[in-house]
């Protein structure tokens, strides 16, 4: 890797560590989204191996959404369902090449994305949730 490439790579990396709770969620939707979005393109062109990359991606970060849920919430039961229920539509476009349930899972993960956002401008305003420290 070259020095550009290196600083590049710090740069991104710092500015993760640099965002509060909510604004990671809000990049992992935001990855969940593009390559789901892409996923349905690769498997329309028949490329069902890349597409399967994309979507396996989106598996693990919906795992992961599910294991960070904070279960003394009410929410955080209808948000692992949905979450499940992504999955599943995506086991189902992997075993089928169908991406119809993709294509109407998009919809409703911006509109999930799109409440998240909102409530973390909402916070804000209020002046609550602060960007993490670096190492934390």
């Known amino acids: 890797m070259n020095e550009s490439s290196s600083l590049i790579a710090r ?8 965002l509060s709770k909510g604004e ?3 990049r992992l939707y935001d990855e969940v ?23 396996g991606k989106c598996r693990k970060i919906l795992n992961y959404l599910i294991v960070i849920l904070d279960r003394k ?7 692992s369902r949905i979450y ?12 089928t090449g169908d ?22 401008k909402s916070i804000r305003i209020r002046g609550g949730e602060g960007r993490r420290n670096v190492g934390t």
């Open 33 to 55: 989204l593009k390559n789901l979005k892409y996923a349905c393109r690769l498997f329309r062109d028949g490329n069902a191996q890349a597409a399967k990359k994309c979507t």
């Open 84 to 95: 499940s229920y992504l999955i599943g539509q995506i086991i189902k476009a992997n075993a």
């Open 11 to 18: 740069y991104q990396e710092e500015s993760i560590r640099t």
């Open 24 to 26: 990671l969620i809000l």
């Open 99 to 120: 991406t119809a349930g993709l294509e109407r899972a998009v919809p409703q993960l911006e509109e999930l994305r799109d409440a998240w956002a909102q409530s973390i």
């Open 73 to 79: 919430y009410r929410l955080a039961e209808p948000l």
